[in-house]
């Protein structure tokens, strides 16, 4: 039996989002042996416990009360909530926040030859999908009804076999719907990942221990967005400088050594710098331009 006075994590074990949210959980500092066939996990730093599942199960162990906290994609997350609701369920949790991985979007994909003109072409179709729920809300919308072809992978070959008219599945470089023969139509929701806990109270306990998490969660994806950018610029053109770097508000200026007319700049910058930004700052006069990773931030 697990101890209940660890905190209960739940992570996909096998598919899109494990690795980034094994990672994220390793940035946050928590020490955990993953071995690919042990389903629990046990930190060794902290009280928390990992178990690895089904993506499609993690809002449900989270609503359920079985796990604290799940890392799951919006997507799955939602068409469940719907789920329950059509099943006159009232489904309770708490959004903590949405994460910086596992971007992708559910679509409508029709053969290629499909002659489109809008929703209200699909009424009566047979949609394959795995989403049923998010689909219905989003033809709801205009009216439109249809039948389900349920499939729970490989959504992508219905068409072809026969199974049904259009899919509705997962896109996100579109080379899957591209190997299949389809198209895009229609896009009905855009997801991420992010981090859900159970309603209810937690103890004193596992409730810091999940505000530190996501204090660190939140230093993490802070520092993955930002840049430490160093250069240095001639003293007359600073200002022009400045101007062209992603908020520079505030830079530490620095003297040089052995150059009276040069400085170097030092900042944290919120984007990435582009080439062309840099081949500016070049023709400004800047030199030395370096562009480095945060690891960790904290404010
Ligand atoms: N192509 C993609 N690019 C980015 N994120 C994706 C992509 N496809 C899916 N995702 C996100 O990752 C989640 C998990 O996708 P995956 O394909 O690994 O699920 P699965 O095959 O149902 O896995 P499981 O075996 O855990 O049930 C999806 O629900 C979605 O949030
Ligand atoms: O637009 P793309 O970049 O091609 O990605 C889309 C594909 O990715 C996901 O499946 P995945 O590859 O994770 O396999 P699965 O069917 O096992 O879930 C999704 O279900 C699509 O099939
Ligand atoms: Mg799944």
């Not at 026969?162 to 895009?184: F, H, P, Q």
């Not at 209810?200 to 520092?223: C, N, P, W």
């Not at 610029?233 to 003297?255: F, M, N, Q, R, Y």
């Amino acid at each position: 039996m697990l101890d209940n006075s660890r905190l209960r994590i739940a992570m996909q074990k096998s598919g899109r989002l494990s690795d980034e949210s094994k990672k994220l959980l390793a940035q946050c500092g928590i020490k955990i042996n993953l071995q690919e066939q042990r389903l629990i996990a046990f930190a060794e730093n902290m009280p928390i416990d990992i178990l690895r599942v089904r993506d499609d199960d993690i809002p449900g162990l989270v609503i359920d009360g079985v796990v604290d906290i799940g890392i799951v994609g919006e997507n799955v997350l939602e068409e469940e909530v719907l789920d329950r609701k059509a099943e006159g369920q009232n489904p309770q949790f708490k959004q903590l926040r949405r994460l910086d991985f596992g971007a992708c979007r559910l679509s409508i994909a029709a053969p290629r030859d499909f002659d489109y003109q809008g929703p209200k072409c699909l009424q009566d179709l047979r949609v394959a999908t795995t989403y049923p729920h998010l689909l219905k809300r989003y033809l709801a919308e205009y009216n439109v009804t249809f039948n389900t072809c349920l499939l729970n992978g490989s959504v992508e070959v219905a068409p072809r076999a026969g199974l049904a008219d259009v899919i509705c599945d997962l896109v996100s470089s579109g080379a899957t719907l591209e190997a299949n023969g389809l198209k895009e139509i229609e896009v009905i929701y855009q997801s991420k990942a992010c981090l859900i806990q159970r309603s209810g109270e937690l103890s004193s306990d596992k409730q810091a221990l999940v505000d530190k998490l996501l204090t660190r969660i939140q230093g993490v994806i802070q520092a993955r967005e930002s840049k430490y950018i160093m250069l240095h610029a001639p003293t007359d053109a600073l200002e022009k400088i400045v101007a062209l770097l992603p908020g520079a508000e505030d830079p530490t200026i620095l003297p040089l050594a052995n150059e009276k007319n040069r400085v170097a700049l030092h900042m944290v910058s919120t984007e990435s710098l582009f080439w062309e930004t840099m081949e500016k700052l070049k023709a400004l006069g800047a030199s030395s331009i370096l562009v480095l990773p945060i690891e960790k931030m904290m404010e």
